[in-house]
């Protein structure tokens, strides 16, 4: 009688070290991203027909963050988990094992602490999202990578255009330049209502303000499904046909989305000076977002690997990989080091930096964590959080710290 062999996360030994890297990269960008709704209300703030941060140096700092940030890193960071959930199904089955009840586990797990984190601390939360979105993709999980490739493409493609004509329609009625100083009108009301909480208010005020931000936000989980479900399937592609990822395929892809990526993204900088008066910024930039986003997370997914291959180009990515180790614990890390900066019950900093202030602030924050990150791996087989998922999903409790004589690979 053969017997199961029970199925534990990836050793050390199993890892694919690239991987770590491109995690650690993407919580950066996710970080710069982020900071803009942890520093203001920068939902209204973009629902504003003028520049709310007016300064030279705040426009820039926009500008660059859009086309270089803005939707390029959740995108990887969905690319990353599609890549993994083959990678779970893979060593469970090795194992003679049924990845649905562990993956089920898993997700109920990230659900929970996507809970903890909205009501906590932060309405940006993504967990929640991933928890659902990782079922759907389950769906998918022994599609061929054709189809797993074409799928991604449609939806990505249909979901972008329909989203894009559907704005430049509603611009086309006339509607949001006539009602355009009623609207003004209300998000600044509502953006010195949400900085009067966030840096004055009490933790249950802000509490409240949070739950219902996120609320919003994810009224249509359906919507951000479509978004995202594509690049989960690009993830499951790559991992199942990653063998066959030579240097000249690379460059091949990193061109294709290049063109496709920055092309996109180029559009709503040069039409940067018509927001809030003929519609043209704000569509090309919903195109710029969802398609551009997805095109550019290729492009910088395909760079890092091609670079990874470089003696000098592993030296250099290989500090993004000890937080790429921990990244379930830096991403949750980033949310009570921020909402302490900004938040009332911290430095109450809420709406007093524009986007340059806040970039550079996100570079400081991130550079701790790399030397946190480093230090912690060199001690811990894995981020403390990471370990209480892990341990919650396989029901055995895992071993955290090194021995002695173990040393790790960062």
Not at 94 to 112: C, G, M, N, S, T
Not at 141 to 167: E, Q, V
Not at 220 to 246: E, Q, V
Request: net charge positive; with cysteine.
């Amino acid at each position: 009688m053969r017997v199961k062999n029970s199925v534990l996360p990836v050793g050390e030994g199993e890892r694919i070290e690239v991987l770590d890297v491109m995690r650690g990269i993407a919580l950066l960008g996710i970080l710069l991203v982020n900071m803009k709704s942890f520093a203001g209300p920068d939902t209204p703030i973009s629902y504003l027909s003028y520049a709310y941060w007016n300064e030279s140096y705040n426009v820039a700092a926009t500008i660059l963050l859009d086309f270089f940030v803005q939707g390029n890193f959740i995108t990887m960071f969905s690319f990353l988990f599609g890549f993994g959930i083959i990678i779970m199904k893979e060593r469970a089955e090795a194992k003679e094992r049924r990845i649905l009840p562990i993956f089920a586990r898993r997700q109920i797990v990230l659900f929970l602490f996507g809970v903890l984190h909205v009501v906590l601390f932060w309405h940006g939360d993504i967990l929640i999202n991933y928890a659902g979105i990782g079922m759907i993709a389950l769906l998918f999980i022994r599609r061929k990578p054709k189809t797993l490739f074409l799928t991604g493409i449609i939806i990505l493609t249909l979901y972008s255009a329909l989203m894009t004509a559907g704005n430049a329609l509603y611009w086309a009625t006339g509607e949001p330049v006539k009602t355009q100083k009623q609207d003004d009108a209300k998000y600044e009301a509502e953006i010195e209502e949400m900085i009067n909480v966030y840096s004055d208010g009490t933790f249950t005020e802000i509490m409240a303000v949070r739950i219902s931000e996120w609320q919003e936000l994810n009224a249509f989980f359906i919507i951000t499904a479509i978004a995202l479900l594509p690049m989960f399937l690009f993830g499951m592609y790559s991992a199942k046909k990653r063998n066959l990822y030579t240097p000249k395929n690379l460059w091949r892809i990193l061109a294709a989305t290049f063109i496709l990526g920055a092309g996109s993204k180029l559009l709503p900088v040069l039409f940067y000076s018509e927001k809030g008066k003929s519609g043209v910024y704000e569509t090309t930039w919903i195109w710029g977002y969802e398609f551009g986003g997805a095109m550019m997370s290729l492009f910088y997914l395909s760079l890092i690997v091609l670079l990874y291959k470089t003696v000098n180009g592993k030296k250099l990515l290989s500090a993004f990989a000890a937080p790429g180790r921990m990244a379930f614990t830096i991403y949750l890390m980033q949310s009570v080091i921020c909402t302490t900066i900004f938040n009332s019950y911290g430095l109450g900093l809420y709406g007093s930096i524009g986007p340059m202030t806040g970039a550079f602030l996100a570079a400081v924050i991130f550079s701790v964590q790399l030397i946190f990150a480093k230090w912690w791996i060199k001690r811990y087989t894995m981020g403390p959080l990471e370990w209480v998922w892990r341990t919650l999903t396989y029901g055995k409790v895992l071993k955290l710290k090194r021995d002695v004589s173990e040393k790790s690979s960062i």
